[in-house]
């Protein structure tokens, strides 16, 4: 008899993606509060009411890391497959929902957290190796503005 489907086999890329920086996370920095915003997924029309009603909100973030760090309250990081940027490094690609997730992101950075995209597994480690690092701001070697 034939089986069905895996559940791994629904899984997209951004998925697996996720999965690899949370288990990378849990590894590295055991003690630090790691959560992920179920934002993503199709929904039925009862489901997107009642997300809006208990306050979701489009363009949050993929992941928080609920750890205080340098001059953050904490770091938020969405997760890409592909990069998000044009050639130049700084102008974001076109896209509604980028647009979003931009806009989230700079009301996080204007409360005090550290928010960004990361695009693929190595930029993803690469963001959160920097955040866990940062020295509180006024300890020797640490830094008022770190780039995050």
């Not at 890391?65 to 974001?92: I, S």
């Not at 693929?120 to 866990?132: H, Q, T």
């Amino acid at each position: 008899m034939a089986r069905g489907r895996s559940f791994n086999d629904y899984l997209t890329p951004e998925d697996n993606l996720t999965a690899s920086v949370i288990k990378y996370a849990s590894l590295r920095y055991p003690s630090a509060v790691v959560i992920h915003s179920p934002n993503e997924g199709r929904r039925t029309a009862f489901e997107r009411f009642k997300f809006k009603v208990l306050g979701g909100a489009a363009g949050v973030p993929d992941l928080f890391f609920a750890v205080a760090k340098g001059p953050y309250h904490g770091l938020f990081l969405e997760l890409k497959c592909e990069a998000v940027y044009l050639k130049d490094g700084k102008t974001l690609k076109a896209g509604d929902h980028l647009a979003k997730q931009s806009s989230f992101m700079g009301r996080l950075k204007a409360a005090g957290y550290a928010a960004t995209f990361a695009c693929g597994l190595d930029e993803a480690i690469a963001v959160i190796d920097l955040y866990m690092n940062l020295k509180p701001v006024g300890e020797p070697g640490g830094s008022p503005e770190p780039k995050i």
